[in-house]
């Protein structure tokens, strides 16, 4: 893994700023979220504690809520901000039933994927949905891990590293400077959720396209989503419009029609919360994992 970790006091700022207007935007979150739920469905599970990691503005949290009414709900997100559209959202929904006594009622949490503020084996099902890319999947992992009861299940999506491959092309016409975030290969992800102790991990991986009319809207969403560029190495200073216009130039070759595209490389993903102690661990401390485990979903 040599992908460089993205900068985490930026990643809470940037979405702490995007979080009112976040859910105008948020189209593939959406998706892969419908998505990971219907995956869910399938798998017969009555946890007592739901972890939404990285509840963003609560949209599944409430979706959560109704499949599991039993459960209590936590809810973690690296920004303060989330955490109170998620709070707000989740009144909302409930509507004239918050004034009722309710004893599940969603524990609120600020913090990091990679340094979870939660006790171990304390959680029976974590369910996070486009929120580990901006992490690092060794500690993350093994974070999940730590936390998860051992019958315990993870349900994730992540981005794969094509995400975005329009955009990152057309800037490299431009510069050496990574402008677009960089995202771990699924076969990284998979070793690293081996490493953690998880067990039984299944990937595979789906392509999404949304369109734009140009790249000035598609940059623009990428702001409002908070998803724009966060890298360490990023360049810091500003851009110039030459440079915004050659961006906008190079990236024509891939439109279709009256749009351009951009493509999102979404990696799903689960595994059961193992007990670490029974993984079989090679000579060198590494931990392999079977290549038949690892599928890959042709695109439709």
Known sequence: MNNELPNKQLVARSFGKAAARYDDVAVLQRQTGDELLERLSLVKLQPKRVLDLGVGTGRNLSLLAKRYPKAQLLAVDIAPAMLQQAKQRYQQVRGLKR?????????????????????????????????????????????????????????????????????????????????????????????????????????????????????????????????????????????????????ADAYEQFRTGDLLPATYEVVYGHAWGGNIKTQQVDNDGSVSIPVSQIKRRQPS
């Open 99 to 247: 004034w009722l006594p309710d004893n599940n009622k969603p524990m609120y949490i600020a913090g990091d994927a990679d340094q979870l503020p939660l006790a171990e084996n304390s959680v029976d099902l974590v369910f996070a949905n486009l929120a580990l890319q901006w992490c690092d999947p060794r500690m993350s992992f093994a974070e999940i891990q730590r936390v998860l009861r051992p019958d315990g299940l993870l349900m994730f999506t992540t981005l794969g590293p094509d995400t975005l491959y329009e955009l990152r092309s057309a800037w490299a016409t431009v510069d050496d400077y990574p402008h677009v975030n960089m995202f771990y290969d699924m076969h990284d992800v998979g070793e690293s959720m081996m490493e953690a102790g998880l067990a039984e991990p299944v990937l595979d991986t789906d392509r999404y396209s949304l369109t734009y009319d140009s790249t000035m809207s598609l940059m623009k969403d990428l702001k409002v989503l908070g998803a724009h560029n966060v890298n360490q190495g990023r360049r810091r200073s500003l851009t110039g419009r030459q440079a915004f216009k050659q961006v």
